[in-house]
């Protein structure tokens, strides 16, 4: 199947930085990305929904000032998380689609603010 | 709006011990489903899809049919193994590209 990769998979930043996380589709242009944040032992809560070239449509509660989302080319998505704080701990998961109504996932990215 | 809801967990068994999730939908139109498998600390990985009814997704020994008289996608293993183990998520998604709807997940342990 395609691969998405999503990267770091883990990182540790201190309290008050920001961290970018990249999400590339590697063999098919993905139209539409998603991000996702992932509690302990929770389901996926759906976080933006990316279109290529256009700004991104967040779910009511999540702060898009916080969350900055790029989708600037048809394989590449980041998620940028501003002025990280302990409560943004979290698992980060990135999906992609194309023209099939198929997801395809990225491995994830565990963020630990300190 | 779209929903999915299947059983909660978490579910514990024996290997060789026959498997079953049960996953039931709420949708509008058409969707197609799916069975996303999440092994510890990994992202999600698609383990079987169906795109209408009646279709039946297989994949490493899970099957799981879309039975649209009943919005059902119940996902069923007969012999599972303690590499089974992870966290297992029923989704549905629409045409075109709108997000996956998932359910809850299902955590499965499986003891030798």
């Known amino acids: 199947g395609a691969v998405v990769s999503q990267h770091p998979s883990w990182v540790i930043c201190k309290s008050g930085t920001s961290v970018k996380i990249e999400c590339r589709s590697l063999?098919?242009?993905?139209?539409?990305m998603f991000w996702y944040r992932q509690f302990p032992k929770q389901s996926l809560m759906l976080m933006a929904t990316s279109n290529e070239g256009s700004k991104a449509t967040y779910e009511q509660g999540v702060e898009k000032d916080k969350f900055l989302i790029n989708h600037a080319s048809l394989t590449l998505s980041t998620l940028t998380v501003t002025s990280a704080h302990p409560e943004d701990s979290s698992f980060y998961i990135c999906?992609?689609?194309?023209?099939?109504?198929?997801?395809?996932f990225g491995q994830g990215t565990r963020l630990t603010v300190v | 709006g779209n929903s999915v809801t299947q059983m909660e967990g978490p579910v514990t068994l024996s290997e060789e011990a026959f498997l079953t999730i049960n996953c039931t939908y709420t949708a509008t139109g058409y969707p197609s489903l799916f069975w996303y498998v999440q092994y510890p600390g990994e992202g999600l990985q698609l383990l079987l899809k169906a795109t209408k009814a009646d279709d039946k997704g297989s994949n490493k020994g899970f099957e799981a049919t879309y039975r649209k008289e009943t919005t059902s996608f119940h996902l069923e293993k007969g012999s599972v193994q303690v590499s089974d183990s992870a966290v297992y998520f029923c989704a549905l998604s629409d045409q075109g590209n709108t997000p996956l709807v998932f359910g809850k997940g299902t955590r499965l342990s499986v003891i030798a």
């Open positions: 999906s992609a689609r194309a023209a099939t109504t198929e997801a395809f």
């Open positions: 063999d098919f242009q993905a139209t539409t």
